[in-house]
């Protein structure tokens, strides 16, 4: 029986089989440009925190400062002082969450595995922040609009994750090749979720994009 898949970000049934190696197999979908791992190659909840743990990301390492401070800069520019923000998928070190702290800024922290307060699902924000976090998300369009929702007027929602363009093969993208790593976008899956929240996007650098509400 063929294997029959549906769009995680779009719900689309429009999917193709997009690239296949001796662990996985990549679809593809035709609307929104989704390029996803279907459920049955993602890790369990323990092999995917042992992944996490192994991440090295230290508030005091200035060269991951200097990584987030493009995101950073991308978003304080659109803050009024005081501002209250959610730094979600913070992970072990949060790090972006202090940068704004101080600049004066308020900052909750979420993350499933090492920050898991799921009362801030409750809160409305002027800004949330997801670094590196979209490609993890099993339903990223339930996910990402859930995000959205808890946006205040007038407030920015900013994801960042490396998006795939023409200029990459996909076959030798290290970026496929973490097994936390399920989904991936292009500026056309970003721009299909603007559509959906009737927000004004803004794409910063190749891996950036705002949304506006």
């Known amino acids: 029986m063929a294997e029959v898949y549906t769009c995680p970000l779009c719900n689309s049934k429009q999917v193709q089989s997009y690239y296949s190696n001796e662990n996985s197999s990549y679809w593809r979908c035709s609307e929104c ?30 060269g991951y400062r200097r990584f987030l401070s493009t995101i950073f800069n991308a978003v304080e520019k659109h803050l009024k002082p005081h501002a209250k923000g959610l730094d979600f998928g913070c992970g072990p070190g949060p790090t972006l969450s202090l940068m704004f702290a101080e600049k004066g800024y308020s900052v909750d922290l979420f993350d499933k595995f090492y920050a898991d307060n799921p009362d801030i699902f409750n809160n409305q924000y002027d800004f949330i922040t997801a670094t590196e976090v979209a490609e993890h998300l099993q339903a990223p369009g339930q996910e990402l609009s859930r995000l959205y929702d808890m946006l205040k007027p007038g407030g920015v929602l900013a994801i960042m994750t490396s998006m795939l363009n023409k200029g990459i093969d996909f076959s030798t993208w290290h970026y496929k090749n973490d097994p936390t790593h399920i989904c991936f976008f292009n500026q056309t899956g970003m721009q299909h979720l603007a559509k959906k929240w009737g927000a004004n996007v803004e794409f910063v650098g190749s891996d950036i994009g705002l949304f506006f509400k």
């Open 33 to 62: 440009e989704l390029v996803f791992l279907p459920k049955r190659f993602h890790l369990n909840n323990i092999d995917e925190k042992s992944r996490y743990d192994l991440h090295q990301n230290n508030p005091n390492d200035v």
